[in-house]
Structures are given as C-alpha cells and as structure tokens.
C-alpha cells in the first residue's frame, strides 16, 4: 500500500533522520516531488536512506556517471530534485555512509552551506533594497508612487528569509570548521 | 619523478585503495577489501571512494582495465606509478614505525 505524506524540510539532515525513522516503522520512500513524499509500506525490509547535493544538475553525464556508481554499490537513486539527490540502501546490505573521511565531508558540508550562503545573501540584499525603497518614498510622503506598504512588506519577508537562511547555514559552517581543525592532527 | 618533492603522506583510504588495486576490481570489490584488509576498521564510504578514484585516475596512479567480461562495472588496476608511490609510502611508514617503538622502548626504560 501506498501512503502520500505533505511535508516541508529546510534542514537535510532533519529530513534524512525523518526518512529513516519511517523505514524503520515500514514506510520506505519511494518518491518525492514538490514536499511531497510517497511511501510504500513494506515490514519486511527497512532501509538507510540518505540525501545528497550534487555538484552538478542530476541529469548532468557527470551526475549520472555518479549514480551509476552508487548503483553498482548496492545504493538505488529515489528521487531527486534540483541539485539533491535522494538514496537509499536496504540495511541487509551493510552501513551506509556516503562519505567517511573528513576531506570529502567538508567538500560536501561546503556544498551545502554555499546553497544557504547564496539564498542568504541575495535575500539579504532584496530584503534591503526593498526595505529602502519604501520607507525612502515613505519618507517623501509617497512622492513616487503608491507602492511603499508593499514594498517595506516584501523587503520585511526577505529579510525574515535571510535570516532563515543563515540560520540554516550556521550549523553547517561549525561542523566545517571542527573538520578543518582536526584535520590539522588527524586525516 | 616530477611532484615527488611535494608528495605528502597518503591517506588511509588512498593507501588501502591502491594495494586493493595490485589486482584489478571495481568499486564494490575495493570496498570489501579495505574493509577485509584492515578487519573492519576502514569503511570507505560511496562518495568517498567515487572521488579518490576519480582523482587517483587523473594522477595516473590507477587505470580502468578495459576487459570484455562483465563490462557492466568498471575495473580498475594500479599503475607502474601508482606501484611506486606505494613503494615510498611504505618506505616512509617503514620509518615512522622503527622509529616509534625504538624511540617508546627507550622511553620506558
């Protein structure tokens, strides 16, 4: 049986954990399109799942070399969306771990933390020329139109996303920074 | 040899690959022999291991063996090169270690 689940993560190692959790009880994703999530229920397996962002677009030859890789390695390609990829690995099959050496956790960890960074800042500046825009035509008794309450409002939601972005990004730059230091003692 | 000036130590995984490599596999079988090799302790994870040989490739320290069984999966194999890094590696860890227990021996006199 097939059960649809409507849910939104910002955090990837949130939804991988939540992911896991559910193979656990017999919910194993199988698809994922637009914060929607399909789950074939199965008790007989249970599987590892974990989620990806690829340098390059999945339908990339680059990425889809990749993913043939990971196939022949016992890892099924679920679903992908823009960069991310999702993947799973029924549990008979050993500990999945993508990457398991601190070089190639930072470079992914990196990955990551520029998605966030970038969204931040073009938020951030967005949230800020729209913020000005409208209290400097407030300030001038709406000289240059009758748009300013729109404007501080969208420039308010950018910034509110801003900030929802480098909050996503914080975690990930303290654990980039821990790896960068103990690679400095230990590989 | 050109770069050896600036080589430094291998990496764990990158050792074991390439003495995984003195035969040829593909990506499945050179994760099993680490992990053989070294009794479990070496797991080398998929995007791990896709980019040191990605890289060990472009370093011409292994090649892919172009066989006509199975060509589903690619194998690769260790080069005249590859061969020799792993020599001074294990010249070097040769070092390292006589030089550890002499030294802890004294020590504990």
Same mark, same amino acid.
């Given at each position: 049986?097939?059960?649809?689940? @409507?849910? *939104?993560?910002?955090?990837?190692?949130?939804?991988?954990?939540?992911?896991?959790?559910?193979?656990?009880?017999?919910?194993?994703?199988?698809?994922?399109?637009?914060?929607?999530?399909?789950?074939?229920?199965?008790?007989?397996?249970?599987?590892?799942?974990?989620?990806?962002?690829?340098?390059?677009?999945?339908?990339?030859?680059?990425?889809?070399?990749?993913?043939?890789?990971?196939?022949?390695?016992?890892?099924?390609?679920?679903?992908? #969306?823009?960069?991310?990829?999702?993947?799973?690995?029924?549990?008979?099959?050993?500990?999945?771990?993508? #990457?398991?050496?601190?070089?190639?956790?930072?470079?992914?960890?990196?990955?990551?933390?520029?998605?966030?960074?970038?969204?931040?800042?073009?938020?951030?500046?967005?949230?800020?020329?729209?913020?000005?825009?409208?209290?400097?035509?407030?300030?001038?008794?709406?000289? *240059?139109?009758?748009?300013?309450?729109?404007?501080?409002?969208?420039?308010?939601?950018?910034?509110?996303?801003?900030?929802?972005?480098?909050?996503?990004?914080?975690?990930?730059?303290?654990?980039?920074?821990?790896?960068?230091?103990?690679?400095?003692?230990?590989? | 040899?050109?770069?050896?000036?600036?080589?430094?130590?291998?990496?764990?995984?990158?050792?074991?690959?390439?003495?995984?490599?003195?035969?040829?596999?593909?990506?499945?079988?050179?994760?099993?022999?680490?992990?053989?090799?070294?009794?479990?302790?070496?797991?080398?994870?998929?995007?791990?291991?896709?980019?040191?040989?990605?890289?060990?490739?472009?370093?011409? @320290?292994?090649?892919?063996?172009?066989?006509?069984?199975?060509?589903?999966?690619?194998?690769?194999?260790?080069?005249?090169?590859?061969?020799?890094?792993?020599?001074?590696?294990?010249?070097?860890?040769?070092?390292?270690?006589?030089?550890?227990?002499?030294?802890?021996?004294?020590?504990?006199?």
């Amino acid at each position: 049986m097939r059960h649809k689940v @409507w849910k *939104l993560f910002w955090d990837y190692e949130k939804e991988e954990k939540w992911l896991n959790e559910m193979s656990a009880k017999g919910l194993h994703m199988i698809h994922y399109t637009w914060a929607q999530y399909i789950f074939e229920e199965d008790s007989q397996n249970r599987y590892q799942y974990r989620i990806e962002l690829l340098k390059d677009r999945v339908v990339n030859p680059e990425s889809v070399i990749y993913i043939k890789f990971l196939g022949e390695n016992d890892i099924e390609h679920i679903a992908s #969306y823009m960069r991310w990829i999702y993947l799973r690995k029924d549990v008979k099959n050993g500990d999945f771990d993508l #990457y398991t050496d601190k070089a190639s956790k930072i470079a992914h960890y990196s990955r990551v933390f520029n998605v966030w960074n970038t969204l931040m800042i073009v938020e951030g500046i967005a949230g800020g020329i729209n913020l000005g825009i409208g209290i400097i035509n407030l300030i001038l008794n709406e000289r *240059l139109g009758n748009f300013s309450y729109g404007n501080i409002s969208i420039g308010i939601s950018c910034l509110v996303m801003s900030v929802l972005f480098w909050r996503l990004g914080r975690p990930l730059k303290q654990k980039i920074g821990k790896l960068k230091r103990d690679q400095i003692i230990t590989e | 040899m050109p770069e050896s000036n600036d080589r430094g130590a291998l990496t764990e995984a990158v050792y074991y690959i390439l003495l995984s490599l003195l035969s040829p596999l593909h990506g499945y079988g050179i994760m099993q022999n680490v992990k053989s090799l070294s009794h479990e302790r070496v797991n080398l994870g998929a995007g791990t291991l896709y980019g040191a040989i990605n890289t060990l490739v472009e370093k011409n @320290w292994i090649e892919q063996v172009f066989s006509e069984s199975d060509s589903r999966k690619k194998e690769y194999i260790i080069t005249k090169l590859g061969r020799s890094v792993l020599g001074e590696e294990i010249s070097r860890l040769e070092e390292l270690l006589q030089n550890g227990k002499a030294l802890l021996e004294r020590g504990v006199k």
